[in-house]
């Protein structure tokens, strides 16, 4: 299995349901201990560690602190759409480099890429458009979508 969630063949890789519910413990409380995950799906400490360790490792899951960029000084966020020329897939890569940007996905329609960013400010921003993303070969234009108010961010969709 590669690192990311996938076997050789491409397609997700198979969780049974125990490793499903372990994932659900961890997305309700990514603090919650071993031992009180064990207690709920019916496995030891030392076995929900080696799951867990055995999730991480196969990039199915990571277990990750998420903050508020605006408690901690960073008070212009946006989301990015870019127009491309070439493979977007090398761009991805170039754009996934730089230290602001904290999402990156390929897209099929308007824009080829989106791309979300984090900044201390708007000067910072602008900066960043002028002197990282519209240098960079292969993006032909970008439209900037300016955050005003993160009204809903959640992680606990749960599993199939």
């Not at 050789?8 to 890789?13: D, R, S, Y």
């Not at 400490?45 to 990750?64: F, I, N, P, S, W």
């Amino acid at each position: 299995m590669s690192g990311n969630g996938r076997n050789a063949a491409g397609k997700p890789a198979p969780l049974d349901e125990v490793s499903k519910k372990i994932i659900e413990q961890l997305q309700a409380d990514g603090r919650r201990s071993y031992a009180e995950i064990g207690k709920a799906v019916g496995l030891s400490e030392a076995a929900v560690r080696q799951r867990v360790q055995k999730l991480t490792d196969a990039g199915v899951m990571q277990v990750v602190a998420v903050t508020d960029p605006m408690q901690l000084g960073f008070y212009r966020q946006a989301m990015i759409g870019i127009r491309a020329t070439g493979d977007t897939r090398v761009l991805a890569d170039q754009l996934a480099a730089i230290p602001a940007v904290d999402y990156v996905v390929l897209t099929a329609g308007s824009f080829d890429l989106l791309v979300e960013v984090v900044c201390e400010d708007d000067d910072e921003l602008i900066d960043l458009l002028n002197s990282q993303i519209r240098g960079l070969d292969g993006v032909s234009s970008t439209e900037t979508f300016v955050y005003l108010k993160l009204h809903k961010q959640f992680y606990n969709w749960g599993t199939r």
